[in-house]
Structure formats: C-alpha cells, structure tokens
C-alpha cells in the first residue's frame, strides 16, 4: 500500500494543546490520526461527539420553569411514563 501525505491548518495552541495529549498517552500526533482515520472506517462514522455539554437556552428555560414547579408545588404529577404520554395525547 502506497503511503500518502495530509496537511493541515490549526491554530498554534490547538496543536500544543492536541500534541499534549497525545503525548501524555504516549502518542505523537501523526499516530493520533491515524488511528482516527482508521476508526473512521471501521465504523463508517465520523466517530465525534459534537454535542455541546452545556444546555442550551430552550433547556436553561425548561430546567427554570420545572424547578419554579417543583418549588411552588404547582403542576401535575404522574405516577408513570404510561399516565403522562396518556395525558399529552388526551
């Protein structure tokens, strides 16, 4: 199999910061990517969580109006999951 050359373009710190990591683990960056792209193929998926840890604001509201709820005893209670679909759809 014939080798083939990747370049990329990152930010100083972002490859400081990667190489870091990679070297903490006992890899260098090149390593990294390789078995990215390996992954990448067995699995047939670009393998990233590129999900943000942190609510966003429809949630922060959500998670606002449920604890305002909960703290002034207002709002409906189900026993089950059942009850509360059984509602929703009523």
């Known amino acids: 199999m014939a080798a083939s050359s990747v370049t990329i373009r ?3 710190d972002i490859k ?4 870091r990591i990679a070297e903490h683990f006992g890899f260098d960056l090149s ?3 390789r078995a990215f792209y390996k992954q990448m193929i067995r699995e047939n998926r670009i393998p ?10 429809e949630s ?3 998670i ?3 604890d305002e709820m909960v703290r ?5 209670s189900y026993d089950t999951g059942r009850e509360l679909i059984h509602a929703a759809l009523a």
């Open 31 to 33: 390593s990294v990517t």
């Open 72 to 76: 002034s005893g207002s709002g409906q």
């Open 10 to 12: 990152v930010d100083s």
């Open 64 to 66: 606002r109006e449920t």
């Open 48 to 57: 990233l969580n590129l999900s943000d840890p942190e609510p966003n604001a």
């Open 60 to 62: 922060l509201e959500a």
């Open 16 to 19: 400081e910061g990667a190489s």
